[in-house]
């Protein structure tokens, strides 16, 4: 059974930072791309940032380029979006996604497996 288990968010001032951890079990998580995604209420789920099996290709939303940075470590089966200088409107849900995809990708149809999502709220 392939579980995906988020886990970092909070409660954090405008300007802070936070890391986001994406624990992966029962999938080959090394041969997965992996991806985030966010969805703040009243709105619909959009990309936030993607990297490749091997950790060596990665991709951004223009929204948060600069200021996220995605990760992973095959050895423990676990994605990272380090998310730095926050604004309020990065407030959401996010989710990570694993997809058995030939390229990284933005769209959530390619992704085969989704977390339960962790809740990031920024005061201002």
């Known amino acids: 059974q392939v579980q995906l288990v988020e886990s970092g968010g909070g409660l954090v001032q405008a300007g802070g930072s936070l890391r986001l951890s994406c624990a992966a079990s029962?999938?080959?998580?090394?041969?997965?791309?992996m991806g985030w995604f966010r969805q703040a209420p009243g709105k619909e789920r959009e990309f936030v940032a993607a990297i490749n099996w091997s950790g060596r290709s990665t991709n951004y939303a223009d929204s948060v380029k600069g200021r996220f940075t995605i990760s992973r470590d095959n050895a423990k089966n676990t994605a990272y979006l380090q998310m730095n200088s926050l604004k309020p409107e990065d407030t959401a849900v996010y989710y990570c996604?694993?997809?058995?995809?030939?390229?990284?990708?933005?769209?959530?149809?390619?992704?085969?497996?989704w977390g339960q999502g962790t809740q990031v709220t920024v005061s201002s």
């Open positions: 996604a694993a997809g058995l995809l030939g390229v990284i990708s933005r769209l959530e149809i390619l992704y085969d497996y």
């Open positions: 029962g999938l080959a998580f090394s041969s997965y791309n």
